[in-house]
């Protein structure tokens, strides 16, 4: 009867129906419960799978929508760029449903810029979540840079910390869907197409032995990627000597096609800084011309993105403390052409710049006395051993040879750093995640690369960078090791919280340093700081280095560098009474004042 009722043809495309034609149900039966034939139709087999297919994707768009839901209700915990990435992802589901995709500035991805330390990681634990989460995507594939991170992705996807810390209860707001990642290891094909596991983490370092993997995982499952830390990426360079992807993307390029392909959108890009030392574009990121307007290069294109958190603003949201800085100078004797130079470091010329620089990076005369300034202002903010929570510090070395000399001098002073660096077996770095906790005994980090890129330690406040790397990306991402705001429960309160940072006043830092306080939000003030004697004193400290002289001459404050003569009382007072050591030093800040404007 339905096949007479429809003439004989497909009652959606019309075709001639042919003997495996469907009976269809016009209200799902799974819904009503009944056949009804006045409620049926009949289809080609090709139609009416395509339509069960659109019925099962608008279930899943719904099951986003409602995720998204459950993370909006506490829309008031969420940072500016994890609040637009949300809405944005809301509409990629609708987007992926069949309806209209949100404007993107890169079609078929959602590009952030974020500040390290402002929570891109849960912008990439949302999008696993929503799209993963709902079925409009079968799997996702984190692509991190550094394998150190893989335990950090695991606890951002099980993080409850800002539910317990604003509401007293243990919720991960950020992953309603509750997806656990797993490493993807190149021995693990069979674990990479069980459905059961919904999220891999993959490290930049791991794509060339797992790229076939990732293929053959793209064509069978709808896949989201995740880029973080894009600008590592090699680009794909759009000049007309090179048309090609290269580096790490080019084995990425075909699979990011086909997933693309697949959905209308093929990931998420997280980058801290969407550019590059070597001024290469970066592949899918879009561009625009320079404008003079804002202050920028016309014949230069910046990049372009969808979701963006400045400095200034995560500094407002009080989500990143401010930077301070202390630079050193001093003079490098060196002999070119069979001639002797002798050049001022805050003055040193371009010629040979990494030699002269490591020349004087390499003096103990030369770094010990950074390293005890910083020392002695982080003893300053401390608490004494054992009155509560402290504060660490973080060494940043140009080499592994120079990391374990720093370690060497850092033990023999008493203190009990924690040394990091690539070539120390995976022993070394579980120490790495014991340390993150703040667990054991250590009491500061000394490494050469493995900080700069990712690690979250929030109790790292000092730093003495004594590395030779001048590339504006690494560093940026080295100083944002120390700025993370410290939520201890006994941390002090963020207005008593400073990044200080301990480096040496050769012209390219000085340049970096003077762009990255420019972006400070002007708000936030410095602490005071600490009296203290310079190491270095007024005389210079010389050093033959193979007929060649470096020096250390003298420390210059960058911001907030007034003497306190307060500081002066407190450092008075805490060493002829001893007693005052076991309250908090703020406390004899305040008996100060009291002190000084009590009348009698």
Known sequence: MLWLAAGGR?????EALPDDWHA??????????????????????PCNLRKGRKMALSDNVMKAHELCDRIAYFAGLLRKPQREALALLR???????GGAFPYLTSPGHLVAEVVPGGGKSFIAVMACSVLVGSGLFDVAVWLTPRTTLLEQAKEDFADTSIARKHLQKKI??????GLIPHRLKSNRQQELLDPQHKVWVVPYQQLDSVVFMLSQLAESKRTLLIFDEFQLMSDLSRSEHRLDPDGWFKSLAPLVTTCVEKTGFGGVILSGRLSRNDRKWLPLVGYRQGDI???EKPDRRYPLWDVAYSLSEAQADKSIIKMDFDFYNGEVEFECDSAQQLESLEKLTSKNYDAKLKQFLSEPEVWQPIIDDMLESLDFYN????????????VISKSIADAQAHTKYLENIGRKPLLIHSQLPGQEKKHLQTFRRGEGEWDGLTSVAIPYIGLSVPSLSHMAYLSHYRS?????QAFHRITRMDSHPSAPPYERQLARIFLPNDPVMRDLVQQIMACQNPGVLALPRPPGTFHGGAAESTLEYEAIRASISRRE???NGEACSKHDFIESALREVPELNAISRRSVEKLKEFADNWKG
């Open 383 to 394: 608490p004494p051993p054992g009155h509560g929570h402290r504060a660490r510090y973080i």
């Open 172 to 177: 991960s707001i950020f992953n309603p869907a």
């Open 557 to 559: 404050f960058n911001t």
């Open 10 to 14: 497909c009652q959606l495309c019309g």
């Open 293 to 295: 307007g804002r202050g």
């Open 24 to 45: 269809d149900h016009l209200t799902p039966w799974i819904v009503s419960g009944v056949t009804n034939i006045f409620d049926m139709q009949a289809l080609c087999p």
């Open 91 to 97: 509409e990629i589901a609708t987007g992926i449903g």
């Open 472 to 476: 504006a990306e690494w560093i940026e």
